[in-house]
């Protein structure tokens, strides 16, 4: 992990000069930063089908979108007004008793693993709910790698009951495009199915937050989660969020390998994270790991100095906090752009924002 974590720093820390009319926008940015919005992301994980280890899902968003177009991330975006509903279905543990160091505001928690839900079922057609009638074992669930699905699954492998996202029940592809469009809400949607939310099918991983110097800046909270079962994500573009029209299952370190060799692109908070999940060997591993990571927030820093900018990760710095510099021209030079996390691109933080892309929510 600590090799892909200098291949990260290569890529997105170098220095970069910047015009008289970029300085200007960041001095102005630094006296009066915007606030961060709330965004939730998450990354579905599943068991390798051949082999050992684990795959994480990601989306490419379509390279016509003006923040990110062509990177892979994972499924997310902003928190909506409409995921703090009280009446919005709930099962199982309360957000506080599932996840303690998710924020400090109850009804803030609760909006946020909402709009994880919501924002995963709409870019990619994964719901993470259950039965109303579920049963929840005492203490919650217990990390295994294979949630319960929204919905019973036959001994052929169809859907029955409800029925389950993903598998090519055209009323799912609807209610998807529905909440998709906020021609329904989750609540409504969940509702109508007979489902409910419930927390521990999520655990917290990280949190990202835009640099200061961002002009839209994002709090973003990465969840992971294991595909549900009898769930397939989308595969075809008509399956997918109008914002992606691509996507894979890869091994984190897959993906870490193809991303040094700039065959994929992605924003720093995504390859952070995938660099963290290539360390554990199946899913119900990491779930267990999520469990007890610290939840501070990370916030990565744009520094400009003498013409130049460079993007830090303090997360990373030794203790007297000196920052290093690549060499310019060193292998994976970020693009011209700025550091951020973009909404419904929950994948994280894009190059600086010194050439004027606008920042967004870390995915």
């Known amino acids: 992990m600590a090799d892909h974590q200098a291949a990260i720093v290569a890529r997105f820390g170098a220095s970069r000069r910047m015009e008289p009319e970029e300085e200007l926008r960041l001095a102005r940015l630094a006296a009066n930063p915007a606030p961060a919005r709330d965004a939730a992301t998450v990354v579905l ?44 279905p709930w099962v199982g543990p309360s957000v506080e008793e599932a996840m303690p160091g998710l924020d400090d505001d109850p009804a803030r928690a609760r909006a946020l693993v909402c709009a994880a839900v919501r924002e995963t079922f709409e870019e990619c057609g994964v719901l993470l709910a259950v039965p109303t009638g579920t049963s929840v074992p005492a203490g919650g669930a217990t990390p295994t790698g294979r949630n319960v699905p929204a919905g019973r699954v036959d001994a052929a492998g169809g859907a029955a009951g409800t029925g389950d996202p993903g598998t090519g029940d ?127 927030p990370i916030m990565a820093r744009i520094v400009a100095r003498d013409g130049t900018w460079q993007l830090s990760f303090p997360h990373l710095l030794p203790p007297d906090g000196a920052l290093g510099t690549p060499p310019d021209g060193a292998p994976g030079t970020p693009p011209d752009g700025a550091p951020g996390t973009e909404p419904g691109t929950p994948s994280g933080t894009a190059p600086a924002p010194a050439a004027g892309t606008r920042g967004g929510v870390p995915r």
């Open 45 to 88: 994980l599943r068991d390798a089908p051949v082999g050992s280890g684990i795959e994480a899902y990601l989306l490419r968003r379509t390279r016509a979108m003006s923040f990110a177009g062509g990177m892979h991330v994972f499924p997310g975006g902003r928190v909506d007004p409409s995921d703090a509903a009280e009446d919005l």
């Open 170 to 296: 055209p009323g799912w592809a609807a209610e998807r495009r529905a909440v998709e469009s906020h021609r329904s809400g989750l609540a409504e949607l969940l509702t109508r199915r007979g489902l409910a939310l419930r927390a521990d099918l999520l655990a917290p991983w990280t949190r990202w937050i835009a640099p200061e110097l961002e002009p839209r800046r994002y709090d973003t909270r990465f969840f992971v989660a294991a595909l549900p079962a009898g769930q397939l994500p989308g595969e075809l573009a008509t399956e997918l969020s109008t914002e992606a029209d691509g996507m894979l299952w890869i091994r984190p370190a897959e993906a870490m390998e193809r991303f040094v060799a700039g065959e994929i692109g992605m924003l720093p908070p995504t390859a952070f994270t995938l660099a963290e999940l290539s360390a554990y060997d199946d899913v119900a591993g990491a779930l267990a790991a999520a469990r007890t990571r610290d939840l501070k």
